[in-house]
């Protein structure tokens, strides 16, 4: 069956949430005007991301009704869309919600916040600390959420996978660098790099919905793309230009997809994690047990 | 591997900036722009990218001639504007700048040299900002990123700006987008020059070509090598080291002036906020 995805690739207004939920209810009905059963909406969307200081004044929590509320624009659409989440206990992180007919059926905490060169994110938010799978139904199964950086770590993308996702989606506000340079467009290639390798090694397909417009000096590139279980591109939206980005995934595919290239099955899970047992306890100085020698 | 000069792409560069001065006009919540055209390169490609973002209507181009600023300069600036089709406003500075130097001498002419060139970058961020008020308008900056690093400007003077469409630009690659928007073809060749006496030029002064200079820079900056590592890949030895020291020396030009924290929350320090807040934009 064909699984219809839109990627809204919009520019939201820094710190302006009223604006940016109308924006988001304007998408929404757009998408679904357009069949899609999922419309994805890029990191931050209710709120933009140079935030700084403003993260208290435009956080809410995850069961707010002007979230919830948000996806009843379409009903029965699943909604992936990026806001400043405030927990209970007053922890303020960089969310995804994955809502339907005003529930929230799904929420990842960005848990890669870089701190680096022009990216400042773990001063002002805090990290999460799951990662998780999140059921949608037939035909396709399980998302599995991330924000951004979070796809620079192989790690998480591959546990999702591993976790039963047939989709991943990555919300992302990627600032551009060095525009049309060698240097500024390998960091887009970067980014096909990491979204095809995901694809093909975890036989998944790749929702990749990343903003435009400017805060600050910054430019966000777009170039949102969605990609099948077999690596091949499905969709790809322009570089800095609003764009309603729409494809689908073909869900039969994968059960094909996934018999002969049965990567998923094959991994040595149990192997990878005493391996991983080994590597933290010595990064932490920690003495391995004595290894018996075959 | 090479010291090569930066690469650009003029028409993706060109579409970022523009989209970038748009961006800061409606944040900012003005339609308008000010901009001081020397008649050199930088401004007029402020100039172009400005009236390619917002209209030349709505684009005011002053020109601040000092009496020893050459014709040609002015010459050019009018190119600019005959070729945009944007506002101009001519004010000379030269009856602002001199009474001021004559009201407190007694320099010898180098010091007086240096005096006069701060001065006249003052005077001009003056009536800069003046007219902005009068245009109902902010001020583009035209400083690139080769004098950035150097230092090679005045603090309050021609650094005086709302926002810096061209400071990530090295010298070489600002030629390069000039070219891609039309700037004529008089100003592209010309040796550039501040103008701030009679057969100054900035390569004279600061005592090597910008394309040296810009590679030595994107070497040391961008790529974040060594010393010796730029001297291995064949750049002069010493004029990497006298880059080096300059880049340093000047960090305080490019940097707000430190506050004495005393408070739980003290501005810049820990009261972070962007530039632009909710319900700050003009009208709002």
């Not at chain 1, 699984?3 to 690739?9: D, E, G």
């Not at chain 1, 659409?77 to 992180?93: D, K, L, Q, S």
């Not at chain 1, 059926?105 to 400042?120: A, C, Q, S």
């Not at chain 2, 030629?175 to 100003?187: D, F, N, T």
Request: proline content about 5%; hydrophobic content about 45%.
């Amino acid at each position: 069956m064909e699984y219809r995805i839109a990627l809204a690739q919009l520019a939201p207004r820094l710190g302006e949430v009223d604006d940016n939920l109308e924006l988001a209810r304007d998408w929404l009905r757009r998408g679904a005007a357009e069949g899609a059963q999922l419309v994805a909406f890029p990191e931050l969307a209710l709120t933009g991301y140079l935030l700084a200081d403003l993260v208290p004044e435009v956080a809410m929590r995850s069961d707010d009704p002007r979230l919830l509320g948000l996806s009843r624009e379409a009903p029965g659409v699943v909604v992936a869309i990026g806001f400043v989440e405030e927990t209970a206990a007053h922890r303020f992180c960089n969310s995804a919600a994955l809502l339907r007919d005003g529930e929230l059926i799904g929420l990842h905490r960005k848990v890669y916040l870089p701190t680096y060169g022009m990216f400042d994110e773990g001063r002002f938010t805090r990290a999460g600390d799951r990662i998780r799978t999140h059921r949608v139904g037939e035909p396709l199964g399980s998302i599995g959420l991330s924000i951004c950086e979070d796809f620079w770590h192989a790690s998480l993308p591959m546990l999702q996978a591993h976790a039963g996702a047939s989709l991943l989606v990555n919300l992302a506000a990627g600032p551009a660098r060095a525009p049309g340079s060698s240097a500024g467009l390998a960091a887009i290639a970067g980014w096909h790099k990491m979204q095809d390798t995901y694809a093909l090694l975890g036989t998944v397909a790749v929702a990749f919905c990343n903003r435009v417009g400017n805060e600050e000096g910054l430019t966000f590139w777009g170039g949102s793309r969605l990609l099948g279980a077999d690596g091949s591109t499905i969709a790809e939206g322009p570089l800095y230009e609003e764009a309603l980005v729409v494809g689908s995934v073909e869900t039969d595919d994968l059960r094909m997809q996934r018999y002969s290239l049965p990567l998923l099955s094959d991994e040595r899970l149990e192997l990878t994690r005493r391996e991983l047992d080994r590597i933290i306890a010595e990064r932490a100085a920690i003495p391995p047990p004595d290894e018996e020698e075959a | 591997m090479t010291a090569a000069l930066p690469e650009i792409d003029p028409a993706s560069t060109l579409e970022v900036i523009t989209a970038f001065i748009r961006s800061q006009a409606q944040q900012t919540g003005f339609q308008r722009l000010v901009v001081g055209l020397s008649g050199g390169v930088d401004s007029a490609t402020v100039a172009y990218l400005a009236a390619r973002a917002i209209g030349p209507d709505n684009l005011l181009a002053v020109r601040m001639p000092y009496r020893s600023s050459s014709a040609d300069s002015e010459a050019d600036a009018m190119r600019v504007v005959t070729a945009l089709g944007c506002r101009t406003e001519r004010v000379e500075i030269t009856p602002m700048v001199d009474p001021m130097l004559a009201l407190i001498s007694g320099d010898d002419e180098g010091a007086l040299r240096v005096r006069r060139g701060n001065v006249m970058a003052r005077q001009r961020m003056i009536v800069l900002y003046d007219r902005s008020a009068a245009f109902d308008a902010v001020v583009v900056g035209t400083s690139n990123k080769t004098e950035a690093l150097l230092g090679y400007g005045t603090l309050h003077g021609d650094m005086a700006c709302a926002f810096a469409p061209i400071g990530d630009l090295y010298k070489s690659q600002l030629r390069a987008v000039a070219g891609a928007l039309g700037v004529p073809e008089q100003i592209l060749a010309k040796p550039p020059s501040a103008d701030l006496w009679p057969g100054q030029t900035d390569e004279d002064e600061l005592g090597a070509g910008y394309d040296d200079l810009d590679r030595i820079l994107f070497a040391l900056v961008d790529r974040r090598w060594s010393v010796d590592r730029c001297v291995a890949a064949g750049l002069d030895a010493k004029l990497v080291t006298w880059v080096e020291q300059r880049v340093a020396r000047n960090e305080f030009k490019r940097q707000t002036p430190p506050v004495a924290k005393l408070s739980l929350r003290t501005p810049g320090i820990d009261h972070l906020y962007p530039r632009r807040r909710p319900g700050s934009r003009r009208g709002s």
